[in-house]
């Protein structure tokens, strides 16, 4: 599902956690890693138990409005994944692979 506010904001008003996975087609690293880690029935399956809703945002085409949110937290190259809470806390994960995801995600709902 494509990444905006609205869909993030509903999500949130669901009381369920969203997972953002910043990425472009020109981004090797990007699809190495979401072949790898993200596309998998593992992380279809955790995502599911733990109520959370995977949003893709699509820098293939320019989108200054995403590029403004990743400089605002410090970042500007991809990937970059973003993991925010039902009540709006975000965790920005560093650079790399996202190997720590099923324990941020557990950490995240253990809160609620």
Known sequence: QPFNQTALAQ???????????????????????????????????????????????????????????????GKNGLPVYFLYSPQGELQVFPDGPPLTLEKRVQALKSKI
């Open 11 to 73: 999500a949130q008003k669901e009381g369920k956690a969203v997972f953002v996975d910043f990425t472009a087609d020109w981004c090797i690293n990007c699809k190495l890693f979401e072949k790898t880690y993200l596309n998998r029935a593992s992380t279809a399956q955790m995502f599911k138990k733990y109520n959370v809703i995977p949003l893709k945002a699509d820098l293939t085409k320019n989108d200054d409005a995403l590029w403004d949110l990743l400089s605002k937290h």
